[in-house]
């Protein structure tokens, strides 16, 4: 009998998998801990598939991940080089019984981390709090488990193109970012037939040219230009670890997350009434609303890529999306976040259409917003706060969603205030029918914290963003 005792960072049990910074708060010791913990939580002669990205420290921490879920008896299948999605699917090509994904997603060059599934479901939250208590003192005989290769790829590219029948050309700039993405956007861009400009494909886990993160437009400016300069049709760009989507139309404008989400929900419920369709609780309301206009079910959900598939098993949803960018199709896919598909299903959507997407976006109805606007706050302060916030709220007889933080809503928009899962801030967005009245909101949620920490509301200037 092997016995062990293990202390992890505690920085690095976040809410939907665990991250750190590489040799600093996490360490290769930790990727065999974890292995030897999510093995034993599998079980022994069980399957687990393995994928890396393409940072520095992947292939470290993937090859000590391994050693761990060997030596508890696991068998392991190695998928290599790949973007989440395809890890995704090849757990349910293989009917693995768990999948890890080492990846940092889209934080800094230096942070790295672990996406696991357990059973085709997200594996996260109480899950990784319990599997680091674990890791305080445990036991397994050793039993060295199997390791298999195995690929993907050309499986995964002939399934994302199952059904789509392009009929027309299109000018399209694709942007990898220097992420996991890379060659399979290479491979799928080449498959469509049109007029394709590649930027950033070649892997490279120094991000030399931007951060791999669509959801912010400054890592976009590259694509933007490329698309004004040669007047493309649009432009589509992914994160670290191919998961999350951002899109950029003909005239150089950014998509928000729930933007794409309406353009994808008007085509599914042409083709499903009742179709139900989940947005996380940072979406616009118009989104909610043009869904239950154009007769599906709108289903609100917590913010996060395992609140949201965990939602969808459970609502039986045909799609779903987050504001970030993960977008999961289940009408006719797998319910997983996948970017590489929805990249296709958005060069299909506009080659049935044939408009502009700008034309498209701009019949949608308009709101106005603010971005997400984050403020430091105490990691050990910030739920507190949330909760005083709420029920001083409650109390007022408000409009208020409390699944995710709070969402306080009125007949001309609604503020959302919500703890960040992944850092020491808060994070509050805001919505209204015109300028005056958003900048109404953004006070009304202002006076909200300010009744509950004066400094707080202090650091938000109404100014910079109305």
């Known amino acids: 009998m092997i016995d062990k005792k293990h202390s992890f960072n505690k920085t690095i049990i ?21 292995g030897n913990l999510f093995g034993l939580k599998v079980g022994k002669n069980k399957n687990i598939n393995i994928a890396y990205d393409g940072r520095v420290s992947s292939e470290s921490l993937k090859n000590n991940l391994i050693h761990g879920l060997l030596e508890v008896g696991v068998n392991v299948t190695e998928i290599g080089l790949s973007p989440t999605p395809l890890l995704y699917f090849s ?7 768990g999948g890890i994904m080492v990846t940092g997603s889209h934080n800094p060059k230096d942070h790295n981390g672990f996406k696991f599934v357990l059973n ?28 298999f290769n195995q690929c993907f790829k050309d499986e995964y590219i002939n399934r994302i193109f199952k059904g789509i029948n392009l009929k027309n050309k299109h000018k399209i700039a694709w942007d990898a970012g220097n992420g996991v993405a890379g060659e399979l956007m290479s491979k799928i861009a080449k498959k469509i037939n049109s007029q394709n400009f590649l930027l950033f494909e070649k892997i490279d886990g120094n991000f030399p040219n931007h951060h791999p993160d669509p959801s912010n437009p400054k890592n976009l400016k590259d694509c933007v230009n490329l698309i004004r300069q040669k007047k493309l049709d649009f432009g589509i760009a992914f994160d670290g670890d191919g998961d999350r989507i951002g899109v950029i139309d003909d005239k150089g404008r950014v998509l928000s ?37 154009n007769f599906g079910v709108p289903i609100i959900s917590q913010t996060g890529h395992s609140h949201v598939k965990t ?16 977008m999961f199709f289940n009408f006719d896919y797998y319910g997983f976040d996948d970017a590489l598909y929805s990249s296709v299903k958005l060069v299909e959507l506009l080659d049935k259409q044939r408009k502009k997407l700008s034309d498209i976006v701009d ?13 430091e706050c105490d990691d050990l302060k910030k739920f507190e706060i949330i909760n005083e916030v709420t029920s001083n709220q409650k109390i007022k007889n408000q409009e208020v969603i409390d699944i995710d933080g709070i ?3 009125s007949k001309n928009g609604w503020w959302l205030l919500r703890a960040s899962n992944t850092q020491a801030e808060l994070v509050l967005r805001c919505e209204a029918n ?22 707080l509301s202090d650091k938000i200037l109404v100014e910079n963003y109305v």
Not at 20 to 32: E, R
Not at 315 to 326: F, I, R, W, Y
Not at 445 to 455: L, Q, R, Y
């Open 91 to 97: 757990c349910v090509k293989n009917n693995a019984s």
């Open 311 to 326: 939602n969808i098993k459970k609502n039986k949803a045909d799609l779903a999306g987050e504001m970030s960018g993960h």
């Open 407 to 409: 969402r306080v809503s």
């Open 120 to 147: 085709n479901m997200p594996f996260y939250g109480d899950d990784l709090i319990k599997l680091s208590e674990d890791a305080k003192d445990f036991s397994f005989k050793s039993k060295k488990g199997i390791k």
């Open 434 to 455: 015109s300028l005056e009245n958003l900048k109404k909101e953004l006070l009304l949620v202002k006076e909200a914290i300010f009744k509950v920490d004066s400094e």
């Open 257 to 293: 997350g729930d933007q794409l989400l309406l353009l994808f929900s008007y085509e599914i419920l042409k083709k499903k009434r009742g179709a139900k369709i989940i947005g996380d609780v940072k979406c616009s309301q118009i989104l909610f609303d043009e869904i239950k206009k």
């Open 14 to 34: 976040r809410a939907y998998d665990i991250r750190g910074i590489y040799n600093k708060t996490l360490f290769d010791l930790d990727a065999k801990i974890i």
């Open 363 to 375: 019949q949608f109805p308009k709101a106005f917003n603010t971005p997400e606007i984050r403020v």
